[in-house]
C-alpha cells in the first residue's frame, strides 16, 4: 500500500514536470517520453520503492534501429534520462522522510541488453 504523503509527493511531481500519471496494479507509473519505459512507484513493507520498468522493449530497440540515424545515442539517452528523473523522484520522498529505495538498474541493463542483442542481428 502506498503512503498518502508518496501518493500526494508523487502526483506533485508528475504534474510539476508534464509527466503522464497512472495507477496500475497498486503502483502510480509515471511516463516521462513517448518510449515504452517508465519509472513505477509501489509501496513495500518498508516505505516505496522507485524503479525503472519497461513494456515491449524488443519492439521498441528495433524500430529505433529502423528509423533513427544514431539508434544507440537514442537508448542510451531514453535510459540515462528516464533513470536521473527516477533519482530525482527517490530524492524528493527522501527530502520528505519517506523510506525511499531505487532500483534503475535492472531495467536499464534489460534495455541496453536488447539493444545489443538487436544490433547484433
Not at 11 to 16: G, N
Not at 19 to 44: C, D, H, M, N
Not at 67 to 72: A, F, I, L, M, Y
Request: no cysteine; charged share 35%.
Amino acid at each position: 500500500m502506498m503512503p498518502g504523503d508518496a501518493r500526494r509527493i508523487v502526483e506533485e511531481f508528475a504534474r510539476r514536470r508534464g509527466i503522464k500519471l497512472v495507477e496500475k496494479g497498486g503502483a502510480l507509473v509515471l511516463y516521462p517520453a513517448e518510449a515504452p519505459v517508465y519509472i513505477e512507484v509501489r509501496g513495500t513493507s518498508r516505505g516505496v520503492l522507485v524503479r525503472l520498468g519497461h513494456e515491449s522493449i524488443r519492439d521498441y530497440v528495433r524500430e529505433v534501429l529502423d528509423t533513427e540515424e544514431n539508434p544507440r545515442q537514442v537508448i542510451e539517452d531514453l535510459v540515462d534520462d528516464t533513470s536521473a528523473l527516477a533519482f530525482e523522484l527517490y530524492e524528493e520522498l527522501r527530502r520528505h522522510g519517506i523510506e525511499a529505495r531505487l532500483d534503475t538498474r535492472t531495467a536499464a541493463m534489460d534495455i541496453l541488453g536488447e539493444l545489443e542483442e538487436a544490433e547484433e542481428e
